[in-house]
């Protein structure tokens, strides 16, 4: 019984892992995308976007991705586009920072990290009653899952912790 604990206990740790790894690729492209849509013009968006939609737009003037793409371009204002650019790269450099520490198995960064993603899950709830975008209820479920494996995982390292300070006390 206790070997079946062992292994369902690596497995958790292994996904927990995982997707944190998972998500400290997505805050590096959020860091990347962010300083990108920073320093772009506008009008190099836009030229792009007709460049990648054109073709699209000539053969289906109605093609929903092509005319949504083509209209959120448009109508970007400077302020629109460097709030988006500040609120990538702090998002994504306040999620690595997190990560990292739950990688390094620092026991204050557990508390820390599921109250910063259960924020990021409210933010981006908060968000779906404005866009009805499905990938905000998606990303929101994935973190609500991640929190789940963090507390699980700050539960046991918690007990690892203490195992290892009484094995230190019990040396000296």
Do not use: C
């Amino acid at each position: 019984m206790k070997d079946l604990a062992d292994v369902y206990e690596k497995r958790l740790h292994f996904i927990f892992e995982a997707s944190l790894w998972m998500k400290a690729l997505f805050a590096l492209a959020e860091i990347v995308g962010g300083v990108v849509a920073y320093f772009i013009p506008q009008h190099f968006l836009l030229s792009i976007v007709l460049w990648v939609t054109g073709n699209e737009i000539a053969e289906d003037p109605r093609d929903v991705v092509a005319s949504f793409l083509l209209h959120t371009v448009q109508h970007l204002s400077v302020s629109s586009q460097k709030f988006a650019a500040i609120y990538l790269l702090a998002h994504g450099a306040i999620k690595l920072w997190l990560i990292i520490g739950l990688l390094r198995d620092k026991l204050w960064y557990f508390p820390v990290s599921m109250a910063a993603f259960s924020l990021f899950v409210v933010y981006q709830l908060y968000r779906f009653t404005h866009t009805h975008s499905p990938w905000l209820l998606f990303l929101s479920a994935l973190d609500v899952v991640i929190i789940g494996l963090t507390w699980h995982e700050y539960r046991v390292s918690k007990k690892r912790h203490a195992r290892r300070n009484a094995g230190a006390a019990t040396r000296i």
